[in-house]
């Protein structure tokens, strides 16, 4: 399996934009669908968004749909998480997911995915 890594977390204030991305160390990340999730403290980890590795279709969990928008680079190597308008309740560790090509569904669901990165952590705070 690939190597999964997340960079790009940070700390911003509300209603300010960061950039996460995913990448395997140069490999390209095709055919896989590749999903981001996220976890505050004390809470179970939540489907934000994925991209499917066959069609590109990408799918987002209601709490960030017009604000985060996930996409890959031409080169496939990199799948990125744009995230505008950050509220409070983004704060969360971020981790990126790999799955089978055809696995972005409706809701972003863990068990579709079987290879994580280690996360990093988003903070939105004034």
């Known amino acids: 399996q690939l190597q999964l890594v997340e960079s790009g977390g940070g700390l911003v204030q509300p209603g300010g934009s960061l950039r996460l991305s995913c990448a395997a160390s140069?490999?390209?990340?095709?055919?896989?669908?590749i999903g981001w999730f996220r976890q505050a403290p004390g809470k179970e980890r939540e489907g934000v968004a994925c991209i499917a590795g066959s069609t590109d279709r990408t799918n987002y969990a209601d709490s960030v749909k017009g604000r985060f928008a996930i996409s890959r680079d031409s080169t496939r190597k990199s799948v990125y998480l744009q995230m505008n308008s950050l509220k409070p309740d983004d704060t969360a560790i971020y981790f990126c997911a790999a799955g089978d090509p055809g696995g972005c569904f409706s809701r972003v669901r863990e068990r579709d995915y079987d290879n994580w990165g280690q996360g990093t952590q988003v903070t939105v705070s004034s």
């Open positions: 140069g490999f390209s990340l095709d055919p896989d669908t």
